[in-house]
């Protein structure tokens, strides 16, 4: 399976690349408009994922034609999104977007904050996440903090872990993944 994973920026690429450890799953589109269009006009029926961030917006003008089957929260960050008579599933990462995704993470779970990481301010590790891939795979700073959330993450159970665990179930039940074993993760 290849480029099944399809998400909005550089450092949602990179971080799930890693956090399923192939890095050939993910696709990086232009922004959260090309994420859907990818689906609607380029997957064609084929297992796909989404990964986007909660812009605030909600999501049902960028599905078109496309119907929700199902939608529910996994946990307060993590809310997941079936469509109707596809193999198509939409994770949907809150409060907004990936890298407040992850600095809640790292404010919550590990009781720290992104100043531990050497970030003046959030809007400091925002600019790092968006930067192209040869600029972000040599960002000491960036991939410190991806480095230690990534060691960290199973030991707890946490929005980070629950979104691993329900990707792997995804890759490896594709076709055949049932919703309601999505909610038990």
Known sequence: MKSSI????????????RLL???????????????FKSIKERAKGTFSICIVDNDGDDIE????ELEIEER???????????IKDKPYFILQLFPKEFEK???KYINKVCESDLKA????????FENDSKVIPERLNNNKRFIDLINFVLGDCDNTDN???????VLKYLIENTYQADINELKNV
């Not at 399809?6 to 690429?13: A, F, H, L, Y």
């Not at 450890?21 to 994420?35: A, D, F, T």
């Not at 929005?159 to 665990?165: A, E, G, N, Q, V």
């Open 72 to 82: 529910f929260f996994l946990c307060n960050e993590i809310e997941i999104i079936k």
């Open 117 to 124: 990481f050497g970030y003046k301010d959030y809007k400091e």
């Open 61 to 64: 003008p960028f599905l078109g």
């Open 159 to 165: 929005h980070i872990s629950k979104t691993k665990k």
């Open 21 to 35: 450890e192939n890095k050939s799953l993910i696709r990086k589109e232009k922004n959260k408009s090309e994420v």
């Open 6 to 17: 399809r998400v909005e920026c550089w450092g949602d690429n990179y971080f799930f690349g």
């Open 101 to 103: 995704w992850i600095e």
